[in-house]
């Protein structure tokens, strides 16, 4: 009933463009908050879009610009869109679903970022898929 599989990794050069998917069940589309995650050696595991039950799109500053979620309910799959490429997106890439994310936020100086759940409260996640962005 819950199943995720990531695909679209490789290799790109700096400046360039990648599409990543992740095929879900119909069951997962309708009741799961669904997050691209990322993880780079040495690094945490960081959320990088979501995807969450009501429609709420949303990515971190750090990636703000350059990457968009979106999904095709016909085919359910999500997506991530990733454009002008640095070598520090250089990352293992996950796709996990998990309970309604909501709308958290970091407020400072009167500007608001968005704060993406943390991964342990995802409960299923896909085996990943490499990107690697060289110079």
């Known amino acids: 009933q819950v199943q995720l599989a990531e695909s679209g990794g490789g290799s790109v050069q700096a400046g360039g463009s990648l599409r990543l998917s992740c095929a879900t069940s119909?069951?997962?589309?309708?009741?799961?908050?669904l997050v691209w995650f990322r993880q780079a050696p040495g690094k945490e595991r960081e959320g990088v879009a979501l995807?969450?039950?009501?429609?709420?799109?949303t990515v971190p500053d750090s990636v703000k610009g350059r990457f968009t979620v979106s999904r095709d309910n016909a085919k359910t799959t999500l997506y991530l869109q990733m454009n002008s490429l640095q070598v520090d997106d250089t990352a293992m890439y996950y796709c996990a679903a998990g309970p309604p994310c909501g709308k958290n936020t970091h407020c400072s100086g009167g500007h608001c970022s968005p704060v993406l759940p943390a991964p342990s409260r995802f409960d299923y996640w896909g085996q990943g898929t490499q990107v690697t962005v060289f110079s």
């Open positions: 119909r069951y997962t589309f309708s009741s799961y908050c």
């Open positions: 995807f969450d039950t009501d429609g709420y799109t």
